[in-house]
């Protein structure tokens, strides 16, 4: 599996958290989660077509645009894949997308439906060798489509960045003293204009900060000792990041990263083996 990462400056800082790049050639068909994250995803495929797999049966899309979440949505594929994934900033996303993060909660959209013109941004993709002219375009895409938002007020961008510097941990009644809203007002503006309350928008950073950090004790072959990484991410105890694995990512800490890291997966914590079983 290839991936490349790209932080675009200029204009689209603080918009877009990222561009990712990824290609797989050949493996067996799987189904991938997308947990809930700090930011709106737009997957632009160049290969097979993203299947969203949903109760009432599977879409195929060659352009998903997935606003924030908390809890999974399963993407399968047939073993083959590449594209790339952009991260928006709940923040910028009426600048790029014309609408607030407010409207998108919790919805998974072919990206036509939001993002004019990005069948023919899907087409150039496909064209274009090489991931730094891939980025370029994809820049190009998002420059001419950004424009001044007046709407996101000062307050909501002070608690979200307050929220991320403080991994997640800053109380609402805190949050609202700070800004000098009430917590009411403060909650209805946040589902507003970044599409989670404080709260659930604290767990999601929160989360995220734990995911990330499993997937990097791994990726540098350390133990992903969950009592440490709980502690480390402002969980009381090692049951309550296993009970918030479960409701946004729908497994355990372990079956999430036996599912990730495939059947090599294998540590030993208590004196026990742990792997695909968790």
Same mark, same amino acid.
């Given at each position: 599996?290839?991936?490349?990462?790209?932080?675009?400056?200029?204009?689209?800082?603080?918009?877009?958290?990222?561009?990712?790049?990824?290609?797989?050639?050949?493996?067996?068909?799987?189904?991938?989660?997308?947990?809930?994250?700090?930011?709106?995803?737009?997957?632009?495929?160049?290969?097979?077509?993203?299947?969203?797999?949903?109760?009432?049966?599977?879409?195929?899309?060659?352009?998903? /645009?997935?606003?924030?979440?908390?809890?999974?949505?399963?993407?399968?594929?047939?073993?083959?894949?590449?594209?790339?994934?952009?991260?928006?900033?709940?923040?910028?996303?009426?600048?790029?997308?014309?609408?607030?993060? !407010?409207?998108?909660?919790?919805?998974?959209?072919? !990206?036509?439906?939001?993002?004019?013109?990005?069948?023919?941004?899907?087409?150039?993709?496909?064209?274009?060798?090489?991931?730094?002219?891939?980025?370029?375009?994809?820049?190009?895409?998002?420059?001419?489509?950004?424009?001044?938002?007046?709407?996101?007020?000062?307050?909501?961008?002070?608690?979200?960045?307050?929220?991320?510097?403080?991994?997640?941990?800053?109380?609402?009644?805190?949050?609202?003293?700070?800004?000098?809203?009430?917590?009411?007002? /403060?909650?209805?503006?946040?589902?507003?204009?970044?599409?989670?309350?404080?709260?659930?928008?604290?767990?999601?950073?929160?989360?995220?900060?734990?995911?990330?950090?499993?997937?990097?004790?791994? !990726?540098?072959?350390?133990?992903?000792?969950?009592?440490?990484?709980?502690?480390?991410?402002?969980?009381?105890?090692?049951?309550?990041?296993?009970?918030?694995?479960?409701?946004?990512?729908?497994?355990?800490? /372990?079956?999430?990263?036996?599912?990730?890291?495939?059947?090599?997966?294998?540590?030993?914590?208590?004196?026990?083996?742990?792997?695909?079983?968790?």
């Amino acid at each position: 599996m290839e991936m490349v990462s790209h932080v675009p400056g200029g204009v689209l800082r603080g918009r877009v958290a990222e561009l990712c790049g990824y290609r797989q050639e050949a493996g067996a068909p799987r189904t991938h989660r997308g947990v809930p994250s700090p930011w709106l995803t737009v997957v632009v495929s160049f290969e097979e077509p993203v299947r969203v797999v949903e109760e009432t049966g599977v879409r195929e899309l060659g352009v998903v /645009l997935g606003g924030l979440h908390t809890e999974p949505v399963l993407l399968a594929h047939g073993g083959r894949q590449a594209g790339v994934q952009i991260g928006l900033s709940p923040l910028g996303a009426r600048s790029l997308l014309g609408v607030p993060a !407010g409207e998108l909660t919790g919805s998974v959209l072919a !990206g036509e439906e939001v993002l004019a013109g990005v069948g023919e941004l899907r087409e150039r993709l496909v064209e274009t060798g090489g991931w730094r002219a891939r980025f370029r375009l994809v820049e190009e895409f998002l420059l001419r489509r950004a424009r001044p938002d007046p709407g996101v007020a000062d307050e909501v961008v002070h608690g979200w960045r307050l929220l991320h510097r403080t991994g997640g941990a800053a109380r609402v009644e805190e949050l609202a003293e700070e800004l000098g809203w009430s917590a009411r007002y /403060l909650r209805r503006r946040f589902r507003e204009q970044v599409g989670l309350s404080p709260k659930a928008a604290g767990r999601v950073i929160r989360f995220d900060r734990a995911r990330t950090e499993l997937r990097g004790r791994l !990726g540098t072959g350390r133990e992903p000792c969950l009592a440490e990484v709980a502690h480390g991410c402002g969980y009381a105890d090692q049951a309550h990041l296993t009970r918030e694995f479960r409701a946004m990512a729908g497994l355990s800490p /372990l079956r999430y990263l036996a599912e990730e890291f495939g059947p090599e997966f294998r540590f030993v914590q208590d004196g026990e083996e742990h792997g695909e079983g968790g």
